[in-house]
């Protein structure tokens, strides 16, 4: 850890590897988003597509790469940022590395919002968003309110978390069997997670609200540190835990619920986001920059994955993410029980 001093007297400490990992990660993220704008039914070489962004692109590939690839790109570095940053700041609360929005909760309940304007009011696609992130937000308020005790702390909010997570799953499977057909159909495919048909009107609300929620969730960096410290040492730093731990769950149920409107469900990018990031910084504290970084090469990354291996659009790109995040699972289970810790 190196600190850094203005001539104005500000002081910013840096870990030069977490800088140097964040960096790659960066550059791997927009280049997989590169070759990715160039998957398809029609290829176009990554020198064609970084030309067709600059604007010095064939007329012909204008269209494709700005209209109808761009949008599901953005999406879906958008979301597996979201995703990566929501699951960092909640295994930092829980301190737990199952303590991920879809394991706890607050998945299901984004789900159990959009299948209920999907099933009970047939919505249009804005109408599914506005549900999910009703839903969540909802879920969220739920599992703050039963896990406050004279405050909130990580292991009560994982068992009511998980708890309410089953509660969901059978709400959702009830749900399903009292849809029609055609809805049915309409809400297993969302609830697989998928980047396939995204477009501009995907991409601007959440924009929007990564715009908002990323800054605010970085600020919450440093207090998060102290609190991995225990409270009372966090205490005696100034942090008021509760207080932070409010601000920061609040946004990171936004921004779970904000990347699940716009890309449904994707499964395991919020828990292995963090975990991975966390390896390669070797750095103490959440790592919330790296986690999302992280998160978002991950989700482009199985997006280009499942299209090279399947083919274009026929691997839902949240069922490649369960795939491979049950396995990551299975391997931090017991990686945990040896050493231990559960």
């Known amino acids: 850890m190196k600190a850094l001093r203005t001539a104005g007297g500000l002081s910013v400490r840096l870990d030069p590897r977490a800088c140097v990992v964040g960096v790659l990660l960066g550059a791997a993220a927009l280049t997989?988003?590169?070759?990715?704008i160039g998957t398809g039914d029609f290829r176009i070489p990554a020198a064609d597509v970084v030309r067709t962004l600059l604007g010095r692109g064939e007329a012909a590939h204008e269209f494709i790469v700005k209209d109808l690839r761009l949008p599901r790109v953005l999406v879906g570095l958008l979301a597996g940022a979201a995703l990566g940053l929501s699951g960092a700041v909640f295994q930092s609360i829980t301190r737990n590395p199952l303590g991920s929005p879809d394991i706890i909760g607050f998945g299901q309940g984004s789900t159990a919002g959009a299948l209920a304007v999907i099933v009970l009011f047939q919505g249009s696609a804005n109408a599914v968003a506005l549900g999910s992130l009703a839903g969540g937000l909802l879920t969220g308020t739920v599992i703050y309110a039963l896990a406050w005790r004279r405050g909130v702390h990580g292991f009560r909010l994982v068992l009511v978390g998980i708890g309410i997570a089953a509660m969901l799953t059978a709400a959702n499977a009830y749900l399903l069997t009292k849809a029609e057909i055609v809805d049915a159909a309409r809400a297993v495919v969302w609830m697989t997670g998928s980047l396939v048909g995204r477009d501009w009107d995907q991409v601007w609300p959440l924009l929007g609200l990564c715009a908002v929620l990323v800054p605010l969730a970085l600020a919450c960096t440093r207090p998060l540190r102290m609190l991995e410290m225990g409270d009372d040492v966090a205490f005696a730093l100034g942090i008021r835990a509760q207080r932070?731990?409010?601000?920061?769950?609040?946004?990171?149920?936004?921004?779970a619920a904000s990347a699940t409107?716009?890309?449904?469900?994707?499964?395991?990018?919020?828990?292995?986001?963090?975990?991975l990031a966390r390896r390669?910084?070797?750095?103490?504290?959440?790592?919330?920059?790296?986690?999302?970084?992280?998160?978002?090469?991950l989700l482009v990354s199985a997006d280009l994955a499942s299209q090279w291996v399947f083919g274009a659009d026929r691997l839902p790109v949240g069922v490649l993410t369960g795939m491979l995040g049950g396995a990551y699972l299975l391997w931090l289970l017991v990686t945990e029980r040896r050493a231990g810790r559960i």
């Open 32 to 36: 997989v988003a590169v070759l990715l």
């Open 280 to 297: 390669l910084t070797r750095a103490t504290g959440p790592n919330l920059l790296p986690a999302m970084l992280m998160g978002a090469a």
């Open 261 to 275: 409107a716009a890309a449904g469900p994707v499964a395991f990018v919020a828990l292995t986001a963090p975990q």
């Open 244 to 255: 932070v731990r409010l601000v920061a769950m609040a946004t990171a149920v936004l921004l």
